[in-house]
């Protein structure tokens, strides 16, 4: 028989990530590769209007601004050094024409720096999917360990009903096991991947060699039950003082063989609750995900804001202007 002590540490060795004391994701690996991620964002976040197509960018918004105030305050007369140049409807048609020009040349400018960023991106885009992939394999570990430290539980359950069974005087148990396996895994495929194969033969492993020993304390116990109940004729366990003490006999039966196990089981799964309800609300690789996506999101954020600063107030002032000074000019 093992002791109750013994038995925890064996099972919190085989499980850690279950128990907290190892991460499903070492920090330092996490970090090395978030801090990839954001090296990343920073990049892909950058500007992405190359400088000359900056200048077709204010000569844009210059043009425009110089068409509007034209027509805004009604000038007759441009003076350029000597030469004055009278404001008229041919006149705007011609200015109106260049801004036009300006405002296709930088679109058609500005879409192809787009592309070119789009490009730029790829190049490193595989961070976000391989430091994903790390967290995901972290994940799997600890639905790996979820999924046996529950078929333990689950198991050492099941023998209580041998000892309620002993001690019930119909031989029914009043006792049921209720089985709390929610994680369901596909062991075969597991194995098929490589990363997992050992891990989830070493569970295996594990899992029977602990629950042979566990076997080994429940025939004990049988084998103490049956002793008590062979030393002592069917008359007489109906009798008052047999019939007593009896139930006291398979208690420290059960105290000597099975106790520790269940004390055990019952320890390991309070102390997991109460991990996860002290301030532990979210697990190591949820926070690890939200940091990704914060990183992701900040990222499509700057350059959504870029591409309308950059792209879209230029062109809606120039688009603006175009359409005021179109019904504005006299006919």
């Known amino acids: 028989m093992a002791a109750d002590p013994e038995i925890q540490t064996v099972i919190k060795t085989q499980f850690p990530i279950v128990f907290g004391n190892q ?68 006149t705007l048609l011609w200015y109106l024409s260049f801004v036009i020009a300006v405002l296709l040349i930088f679109l058609a400018r500005a879409a192809l720096d787009l592309k070119r960023a789009s490009l730029a991106r790829r190049k490193d885009s595989n961070v976000a999917s391989e430091l994903q992939a790390l967290v995901n394999v972290g994940w799997s570990k600890r639905m790996l360990e979820v999924y046996f430290w529950q078929e333990l539980f689950h198991q050492i359950g099941e023998k209580y009903v041998i000892y309620e069974k002993a001690r019930s005087h119909n031989g029914e148990p009043i006792f049921k096991n209720i089985d709390i396996r929610a994680v369901k895994i596909d062991l075969d495929k597991m194995r ?3 990363d997992f194969r050992e891990l989830v033969e070493g569970h295996e492993g594990f899992l029977k060699s602990i629950l ?4 080994k304390d429940v025939s004990c116990f049988v084998d103490g039950v049956e002793e008590y109940d062979h030393l002592h004729s069917p008359s007489q366990l109906d009798q008052g003082d047999i019939k007593l003490r009896r139930p006291l006999a398979i208690s420290e039966l059960f105290d000597a063989h099975l106790r520790p196990w269940f004390d055990a089981r019952n320890n390991m799964a309070s102390e997991h609750l109460e991990s996860q309800l002290e301030g532990k609300k979210q697990l190591q690789e949820q926070l690890m995900l939200e940091a990704q996506l914060d990183v992701l999101r900040e990222t499509v954020q700057i350059r959504r804001l870029y591409v309308f600063i950059e792209l879209g107030l230029p062109t809606a ?10 019904y504005s000019m006299p006919k």
Request: hydrophobic share 45%.
């Open 192 to 194: 098929n991947i490589e």
């Open 212 to 215: 042979e020993r566990l076997d």
């Open 317 to 326: 002032f120039a688009c603006s202007v175009l359409i005021y000074v179109w």
């Open 23 to 90: 991460p499903a994701v070492p920090h330092d690996v996490f970090m090395k590769g978030y801090n990839l991620l954001v090296d990343y964002g920073m990049k892909a976040a950058e500007p992405q209007l190359n400088q000359e197509t900056s200048k077709y960018q204010w000569t844009l918004l210059s043009t425009s601004l110089i068409l509007l105030v034209i027509v805004l305050f009604n000038v007759g007369n441009i003076k350029i050094d000597e030469v004055t140049i009278t404001v008229n409807r041919t």
